[in-house]
Structures are given as structure tokens and as C-alpha cells.
């Protein structure tokens, strides 16, 4: 787990390339402290440097990419490439794991952010085909997939990656991104030059880097009523682009081309199936088989493991399997005693608490609970802001944010979490909606009578369904010349928003994406939609900055174990909604590891925070973030004469609407844009 930069001569004329690539790598430091490289080349000569963080054993070792001259004293001329990286040690923590990493030969060069979780099976495959290797790490083992088989090496690797190659016999960099975006990739191009990161931040820092802010992304965050940060290539920087999950790139050295494509898609089964409980029991057993073996991988570490624990049905299933493999003699790394890390408030409405205790007495883990207010959320704005690089939606990821630092404190340099559970076997109320309506679609009145029943009384009010699953088709129908005065006053925070940007987001089609979802013809076309480039990427991109501020790796086994989605994707849905239950078949799959009362849990809270009370809290002291600068995006005059009408919340939408405002404010100021 890293951080990965690099900067691509296209032009012959940048000036001070070691220099501009020590400055990428410093603003990521926080990704990997462990360890710092680069590697720079031109016509005539490649050097592999060192920098300030480069451990002396490193230095002083016999490795072929060992470097030995410090970055800032290497003065090539005409440098067409430059490449840097961070490390976080987490597989074969010695001086074999630095990077940039070659192959014995040094014709093959690599920069690497991620992990391989199925390297150890690479490797005795690779091995028995007559490759041989020199360390124990997973990035080797790309090293020689890659000299294998070639630029289809990614189609073999389970796990998390954004990774460069550089390779001299076709004097080419490929480059590529995991399958859904668990490892974030961002590049600028211009005619000059092209420059790529892990973080936007590290791309900030080159002088010729032309960006600002992004009109159309504002737009989408401030007046929509879902956000899907960074839904496609384009992100709240002008002019900095994202690498999409399951993408890989290549840049010819001599023409200067650069090529992008899609190496992988996600397929699901759309058609409808009616439930058969022996098919039912053998995708049950299939998927728990699949579940356990995408933890056990992703337990492999050489540093302390742990995991994030909410109580719900996904990060209560990834602690008892792991509590279940220590039980039985799997060798894991916990340093000690399973650590875990739950989320603790006073306001019972939304803490989780008590579910979290029932796994937590189940497997003698030593328990961690944080419980963060709103004087500490404003202590940490700027860090968060910056941390996450963009305004953030609501105050749930300052509560990851927290638990990340209570891990790292605690010797944690390893955290699994849940997330893309939900997205997979169907967990959120529009999920369920979807399904109701595939069954009316299909003629399943029974059907569909019997999964909006509990306990034999309608659970559903039909005036709710209307309000909460209808309100964006109802937004959709209304006129153009209408919808810039229905955004102001159907979302009363609208108010303090400048027209322009309302107008932007109506012309940019941002209710259309919104409704993506909704218009789904079945569940599991729902549930695709959900898990690619969408709200699963949104959550998988706040979880990697959250962890890795604090140089901590994130593992999501319902998110990048391919073998396991693609089983799941694979099934009916209606095996993941039944009798009214959601995420039945992970329920069921899980039944001889959760505690009886989680997997029957019928309410979902999420990552909840109670953000009204702490927007209420900090409120005087976030007038100062309004000023003039934000005139081209919000009423700051209106802000500043009615501040208790901005800040009134009658519900936690209009909590989290004021909050990205705030958060907007806080943004700006701190990227000074």
C-alpha cells in the first residue's frame, strides 16, 4: 500500500523534473512513510534515486534497483520520465519491497499503490512456468505477471491496484487501475506534459499544472439531491482526470500517444427467476465459501491487522470470520488480541453500540470504541478537507476518519471494513423498491404482496414510497423552463446557492444521473448501477483517504474479490430480497458466523453521525469560512443577514445539505482556489 506519482516529459522542455517529483511525492507522504523512490530516464542514462525518507538499509542494499544517488542531487538533462513513490510496508517489510522495483535485468521498472491478495498463488504458478524470484513481495509477482503475460496480467491478479510500468524494450508505460476503483489514479495532460497521482493534491503542486475549480461538479454537489463524487472522469479540480476502474492506459515514449480502455466488465444476471429453496441453499453455501476465502486473502499481511466494526450485517460478518479463523488455528497476524473499532454516541437513535457488542463477546476482540463531537469535527476540518480532497457530503466520513486514527494509535496498520456489501446483495430501501417493481412488472401480485408484508401487516406506507422513491422521476417531469425555481424552493438550503449554479446543474443533465437507479428494470441492474462508478466507488474513495491519512491500508472483501462478485452478480435477485428481508442471501450465508440477533436485524442505520447536532454545535464558529470569495457559488450576503434560517435543519437531509456548504467553504479556502 502506497502512493504512486509521475511526470511525463511530452514537450523536451520541462525544467527541474527532480525536483517537481520530489515536490508529488512529499504532498503524499502520509500514503507511505515507510519508504520514498524515484526513478528518472532520458536517451541516455536511467538512475533509481533516493530521497530524505529512504531508509539507509535500502540505500545500502544489494537490490538492483537499490538507488544510490538522492533525488536532489541528480542533474540529467532532457528527463522524459520521472517516476515516485511512497511506501506503507505491509508484505515483506524489508528493503526487498522498495520501489521503483525492476526485474533482474532492469529492462522492467514498476511503481505500485495496492495489494495482490493472490500473490502467493501467482507466484507458485509463475514458478512452475520457470520464473524465479528475489523476494517475498506482491510486487514482484506483478513484475513477472507482467513479463508473462504481458498487459493481460491484470486479469489475473485478485486484489487492489494503481500501478505504472515502465518497459524499455518497447519504451512504453502501461498503467492501470483496479477493477472498481479501490486504489484512486488522477493525470492532467496538456500539450506540454502529462503528469499522474494517487492524490489530486500531489498533481497541485506542479507550477505547470493549469486547474481551478470545476463549475459542473460544484454544481452536482451543491444543488442535486445524491451526490456521486467523482461519478465519472471529471472531479471538483478543472483539468484533472480520473483513470476509471478497470481501465488501463499506455503511453508510447517515442510518439508521445496515450491510449486508454476498459480491460473488464462487470456482468449480472438480469432475468428473472421465481425462488427455489434448493437452488437457494446451494448459492447460500457457494457465496458463504466464497465470503470466507475472500477474508482469509485478505488477511495476509506481515503487519497487525484489524477491522472497523458499525454492528451491521457487513462488518459484523467480516469480524466473525475473523474471529472464527483465529479460533481455528488460522495464522493471522492481530498483534495481540482481534482489535476492533466501532463508532459510539450518546443519542441511542443512532448508535450501534449494542450490535456491535454481540460480535465483539462472540470473539473476545479487544474493542475500540470512538466517539467523536463536534468540537473535535471542528478541530479537524482543514485535515479532513485536505485529507479527502474534496468537500465531503456528510459528517460519516469524519466518523471513519476518527476511527482510522484510533487504529493507527492502537499499532493497527491493517483495517478491514465492509463496504461494497450493501451494493452487492442489495441493502439500501431503493433496492427494495426496484425489486417490488420488477415483481409487478413481472405479474407477481402474490409475490409482491408477500415481500411488502411483515408480520403479515403492511410495513410500507404507499404516501412514503411515493415521497422517497419518486421525488427525483417527480423533479424530472418538471419543465426546463421551471426546474432552476423548483431546485430553490424544494430544497430550502437551495436558496443560499447562486442561480448559476443551479442553471449549471440543470444544463450539465444532473437529475438524470440521479435517477439511474431508480429506473432500473430489475434489481440486480439496480445493484450493477450502485457498484460501478457510483456510490460503491463514492465510498470506496473516502474509505482509501481516510485510512491512508493516517498510513493505514483499507481491505473491502464484498468490494474487489472478483471471484465473489462475479459469483454474486451471477444470481437471481431474488435471492438477495426475500420475504420482505434484504441482503437475505448474505443473511443466510452468514448464519454460522453472526450472532442470531444481527443477521435478523431488520434496521439499517449505516455510518451515521449525528450531524445536525454538530453542524448546531459549530455553527457560530463557521460564519467565518463565508466570505466573498464563495459570491461566485453561494448568497453570502443572504448567509451572513440569516444565519439561523441557512442553519435551520428540521431532518437530517437538510443537515447534510447545510454541511456541504460548510464543507464547500472549508474546501475552497484550504486549496486556496
Same mark, same amino acid.
Given at each position: ?22 515536490? $508529488? ?16 530516464? /532520458? ?10 525518507? #529512504? ?6 542494499? *544489494? ?9 536532489? #542531487? ?39 499503490? =495496492? ?82 497521482? *494517487? ?14 475549480? /470545476? ?39 517515442? #510518439? ?30 457457494? #457465496? ?5 476465502? *475472500? ?20 462488518? *459484523?460478518?467480516?469480524?466473525?470470520? $475473523? =474471529? ?199 434489481? /440486480? ?123 435551520? $435543519? ?24
Amino acid at each position: 500500500m502506497c502512493g504512486i506519482t509521475g511526470i511525463i516529459d511530452l514537450s523536451g522542455k520541462i525544467d527541474g523534473i527532480p525536483r517537481h517529483i520530489s515536490a $508529488m511525492t512529499d504532498a503524499i507522504r502520509h500514503r507511505g512513510p515507510d519508504g520514498e523512490g524515484f526513478l528518472l530516464m /532520458n536517451d541516455a542514462e536511467m538512475v533509481s534515486a533516493s530521497g530524505k525518507d #529512504t531508509p539507509e538499509s535500502v540505500i545500502n542494499s *544489494s537490490f538492483t534497483y537499490s538507488p544510490k544517488s538522492p533525488v536532489g #542531487t541528480v542533474s540529467m538533462e532532457n528527463i522524459q520520465f520521472a517516476l515516485g513513490h511512497r511506501r506503507l510496508s505491509i508484505i515483506d517489510v524489508s528493503a526487498a519491497g522498495h520501489q521503483p522495483m525492476c526485474d533482474p535485468d532492469k529492462k522492467i521498472w514498476i511503481v505500485f499503490n =495496492g495489494e495482490i491478495y493472490n500473490h502467493i498463488e501467482l507466484r507458485e504458478e509463475l514458478s512452475q512456468k520457470g520464473f524465479s524470484f528475489n523476494t517475498q513481495t506482491d510486487t514482484e509477482v506483478i513484475l513477472q505477471s507482467y513479463l508473462h503475460w504481458g498487459e493481460d496480467c491484470v486479469n489475473h491478479f485478485n486484489g487492489m491496484w494503481a500501478l505504472v510500468i515502465y518497459d524499455s524494450r518497447k519504451n512504453i508505460l502501461f498503467g492501470s487501475r483496479d477493477r472498481v476503483g479501490v486504489k484512486p489514479f488522477y493525470y492532467y495532460m496538456d500539450s506540454t506534459v502529462l503528469a499522474f497521482a *494517487s492524490e489530486q493534491k500531489a498533481l497541485l503542486k506542479l507550477p505547470f499544472v493549469k486547474s481551478g475549480i /470545476n463549475l459542473k461538479a460544484v454544481s452536482e454537489f451543491l444543488v442535486g439531491d445524491i451526490q456521486y463524487i467523482e461519478r465519472g472522469e471529471e472531479n471538483m479540480f478543472k483539468n484533472i482526470f480520473e483513470i476509471l476502474p478497470a481501465h488501463n492506459f499506455r503511453i508510447d515514449l517515442k #510518439t508521445k500517444s496515450f491510449q486508454k480502455w476498459s480491460y473488464y466488465t462487470l456482468k449480472t444476471n438480469t432475468s428473472f427467476s421465481d425462488y427455489d429453496e434448493t437452488a437457494f441453499e446451494q448459492y447460500r453455501d457457494e #457465496t458463504e465459501k466464497l465470503l470466507v476465502n *475472500s477474508v482469509k486473502l485478505r488477511l495476509r499481511s506481515d503487519v497487525p491487522v484489524g477491522s472497523c466494526l458499525s454492528g451491521g450485517i457487513d462488518s *459484523s460478518a467480516i469480524v466473525s470470520i $475473523m =474471529g472464527s479463523l483465529a479460533g481455528g488455528g488460522h495464522k493471522i497476524n492481530l498483534g495481540g488480541k482481534l482489535k476492533v473499532f466501532t463508532l459510539s454516541f450518546d443519542d441511542p437513535a443512532i448508535d450501534e453500540s449494542k450490535w456491535a457488542k454481540q460480535v465483539v463477546d462472540q470473539t473476545q476482540a479487544e474493542w475500540h470504541r470512538v466517539s467523536p463531537t463536534g468540537n473535535d469535527l471542528l478541530r479537524d476540518f482543514s485535515d479532513l478537507n485536505y485529507a479527502q480532497d474534496i468537500p465531503i457530503c456528510s459528517t460519516g466520513t469524519y466518523g471513519q476518519f476518527q476511527l482510522m486514527r484510533r487504529a493507527k494509535e492502537t499499532g493497527i496498520k491493517v483495517i478491514l471494513d465492509g463496504q461494497g456489501g450493501d451494493e452487492l446483495f442489495g441493502g439500501y430501501p431503493s433496492h427494495s423498491m426496484v425489486f417490488w417493481k420488477e415483481l409487478l412488472r413481472k405479474g407477481r401480485i402474490g409475490k409482491f404482496l408477500d415481500e411488502t408484508s411483515y408480520d403479515g401487516k403492511m410495513f410500507f406506507n404507499l404516501k412514503q414510497i411515493a415521497k422517497d422513491f419518486s421525488k427525483r422521476e417527480f423533479v424530472s417531469l418538471v419543465p426546463n423552463s421551471l426546474q432552476k425555481s423548483f431546485y430553490r424552493s424544494y430544497f430550502k438550503q437551495n436558496e443560499f446557492v447562486n442561480e448559476e449554479i443551479i442553471h449549471e446543474f440543470i444544463r450539465s443533465g444532473g437529475i438524470k444521473s440521479e435517477l439511474e437507479v431508480n429506473k432500473s428494470s430489475s434489481l /440486480n441492474e439496480a445493484l450493477l448501477k450502485d457498484f460501478t462508478n457510483t456510490r460503491l466507488k463514492m465510498y470506496l474513495k473516502y474509505e482509501d483517504r481516510s485510512s491512508m491519512w493516517h498510513s493505514i491500508e483499507a481491505r473491502t472483501p464484498f468490494a474487489d474479490d472478483y471471484t465473489l462478485v462475479e459469483y454474486v452478480c451471477g444470481i437471481p435477485g431474488t435471492y438477495k430480497i426475500h420475504n420482505g428481508v434484504n441482503k437475505y442471501l448474505l443473511r443466510e450465508a452468514m448464519r454460522n458466523f453472526l450472532p442470531k440477533q444481527i443477521k435478523e436485524r431488520k434496521d439499517k442505520l449505516g455510518f451515521v453521525t449525528p450531524i445536525e447536532t454538530w453542524v448546531k454545535q459549530i455553527q457560530n464558529q463557521c460564519m467565518d469560512y463565508f466570505d466573498d470569495s464563495l459570491n461566485e457559488f453561494m448568497d453570502v450576503k443572504n448567509i451572513k443577514q440569516n444565519p439561523d434560517k441557512f442553519f435551520s $435543519m428540521s431532518n437530517h437531509a437538510d443537515g447534510v445539505r447545510v454541511f456541504r456548504m460548510i464543507s464547500f467553504a472549508v474546501w475552497k479556502k484550504i486549496f486556496n482556489l
